[in-house]
Nanobody, 122 residues
Framework: RVTLAESGGGSVPAGGSMELSCKASWYDNNNYCLGWIRQAPGKEREVVAAVDNDGQMRYADSVKERFTLSHDKVERTLSLQMSSLKPEDTAKYYC????????????????WGQGTQVTVSS
């Protein structure tokens, strides 16, 4: 099982920026996908951004041009730089691990961190 430890999060006014970080305990270097998944109260889980072992990345349409994913394969870290934040970005953000190629299906992720809250005030 892969354990994931997130850091970052908190409160920020609309238009502000914030960075989330995650470190994975281990993974199969040739077969993994790491992603940031968010869930707001009463809403479906959404894969915000993800990257796989080949460096393929995917972003949700809702965050393109605003969020940037960074990944260090050797250090097993995953960072999400969020800018131009909106109140609708308010959610609990989870770092998660899946096997296989990059995926935007949250059901594919089997290992999850505890999550960190991001609150964007209007």
């Amino acid at each position: 099982r892969v354990t994931l430890a997130e850091s970052g999060g908190g409160s920020v006014p609309a238009g502000g920026s914030m960075e989330l970080s995650c470190k994975a305990s281990w993974y199969d270097n040739n077969n993994y996908c790491l992603g940031w998944i968010r869930q707001a109260p009463g809403k479906e889980r959404e894969v915000v951004a993800a990257v796989d072992n080949d460096g393929q990345m995917r972003y949700a349409d809702s965050v393109k041009e605003r969020f940037t994913l960074s990944h260090d394969k050797v250090e097993r870290t995953l960072s999400l730089q969020m800018s131009s934040l909106k109140p609708e970005d308010t959610a609990k953000y989870y770092c998660a691990h899946a096997m296989g190629p990059v995926t935007t299906r949250h059901v594919d992720y089997k290992d999850w961190g505890q999550g960190t809250q991001v609150t964007v005030s209007s």
